[in-house]
């Protein structure tokens, strides 16, 4: 169901100090993670189905496929890909790369 990382949707669930470490990376956390979304959630609303990491005590995942359409040139799965008439295959990041004045990004 997933062949790759940017395939997924990748929901975190994690306990308040790492909460509060990961929380400013907002949007970028996909691009840290390499998946199309990332959310960051808290524990509290962590469903039965979210997996606690093995690796990081008080963090637990849950992933689906993404059911948004793939951009042609980053191959993030993005749901604004097609709704850019002069650019209909890729996501509104690469238009702002391609025809605007690029993606502003602080971590990741």
Request: net charge negative; hydrophobic share 35%.
């Amino acid at each position: 169901m997933i062949g790759a990382g940017l395939d997924a949707e990748v929901d975190v669930y994690c306990d308040t100090a790492m909460y509060e470490a990961l929380a400013p990376l907002g949007d970028e956390l996909r691009f840290v993670l390499i998946t199309s979304y990332a959310r960051l959630h808290t524990a509290q609303q962590r469903p039965e189905e979210a997996v606690a990491d093995a690796e990081v005590e008080g963090m637990w995942v849950q992933v689906q496929p993404s059911q948004h359409p793939k951009c042609v040139r980053c191959w993030h799965h993005r749901e604004d890909v097609g709704s850019h008439p002069d650019h209909p295959e890729i996501c509104g990041r690469c238009v702002a790369n391609v025809s605007g004045e690029g993606e502003q990004r602080l971590y990741a």
